[in-house]
């Protein structure tokens, strides 16, 4: 009579995929409603970095972010006002279905503006 002894090894790993590595249709590219100040226009998704603005006249914003994970967007937003003064926050882009995020942010401190945090659910127009 033989013995066999079976031994298994469990490896874990955190990786940082860009989405479009992961074979996912998910793009911000389009229009966007949730901001009740700002119309949104996301222009460059390359599935790893992603930049989109809003401009409602009195001031510009512009989001600039990357890809940390398949669900997040880590972003920076920066904000122009008419006198061209800028002051930017952090935040994120939580991906909850192909037509609804969660948009977060930092609280505005600067050129003026201080605001709290701000939580926005954007769907695609």
Not at 13 to 26: C, R, Y
Request: glycine share 10%; net charge positive.
């Amino acid at each position: 009579m033989k013995r066999f002894v079976l031994s298994l090894i469990t490896i874990t790993a955190t990786v940082t995929i860009p989405s479009a590595m992961l074979g996912q249709s998910f793009s911000m590219i389009g229009s966007w409603q949730g901001s009740g100040d700002c119309p949104i226009e996301f222009y460059r998704d390359n599935g790893s970095y992603v930049e989109g603005s809003c401009d409602n006249g009195a001031f510009n914003h512009i989001i600039r972010g990357t890809y940390a994970g398949s669900n997040r967007i880590n972003i920076t937003t920066e904000r122009i006002d008419p006198q061209r003064c800028s002051t930017t926050v952090r935040g994120y882009i939580q991906i909850l279905s192909n037509n609804r995020v969660k948009y977060w942010q930092n609280g505005w401190n600067g050129c003026g503006v201080r605001t709290p945090p701000a939580t926005q659910y954007w769907t695609r127009s």
